[in-house]
């Protein structure tokens, strides 16, 4: 089952570091931001957690929790999560339920080699567990702020 804007997300349940599951109920009221990144500690997710991080009281402000997924394991996440002070949770997908669930699961180039590989997507859903916009194969730059902007608007127009 994948995920189409404007239906509600499939059942899931993930474990995130703090020790809490995330499930596709878990967070019914609140606006929930997924964002998906390749791999801890690299330059790219690096930046991107970081600007999450730094725009994270905005997004608690506008009525949304923010949760970072990847592939990477729950002691990889915590080290990452202590390393930049993360005030949000990382679910740990090391099955990669929840990246194929999103389609964010791509064959990519590496040098020259194929490898499979974690699309940088974004997925914001409703307070009522509906997938409200998406944003997929972006880049990092003003990202998190059209995010935020996005939260904002969905709630004024709750």
């Known amino acids: 089952m994948a995920v189409v804007v404007n239906k509600p997300i499939p059942e899931f349940e993930s474990q995130a570091t703090g020790g809490i599951k995330v499930s596709h109920q878990s967070h019914l009221g609140q606006t929930l931001v997924l964002y998906f990144y390749p791999k801890d500690n690299t330059p790219g997710c690096t930046t991107e957690a970081m600007q999450f991080r730094d725009k994270y009281k905005d997004f608690v402000k506008a009525g949304a929790q923010v949760f970072g997924v990847s592939r990477d394991n729950m002691k990889s996440h915590d080290d990452f999560k202590a390393k930049l002070e993360l005030p949000f949770e990382l679910i740990a997908d090391?099955?990669?339920?929840?990246?194929?669930?999103?389609?964010?699961?791509?064959?990519?180039?590496?040098?020259?080699?194929?490898?499979?590989?974690?699309?940088?997507?974004?997925?914001?859903?409703?307070?009522?567990?509906?997938?409200?916009?998406?944003?997929?194969?972006?880049?990092?730059?003003?990202?998190?702020?059209?995010?935020?902007?996005?939260?904002k608007t969905l709630k004024k127009a709750a």
Request: net charge positive; charged share 30%.
């Open 94 to 151: 090391t099955e990669e339920k929840m990246c194929h669930m999103f389609g964010v699961v791509k064959n990519k180039i590496m040098y020259g080699k194929k490898v499979k590989g974690i699309e940088r997507s974004t997925f914001l859903i409703g307070p009522d567990g509906v997938l409200r916009q998406e944003w997929r194969g972006l880049k990092v730059p003003g990202h998190v702020e059209e995010v935020l902007k996005a939260v």
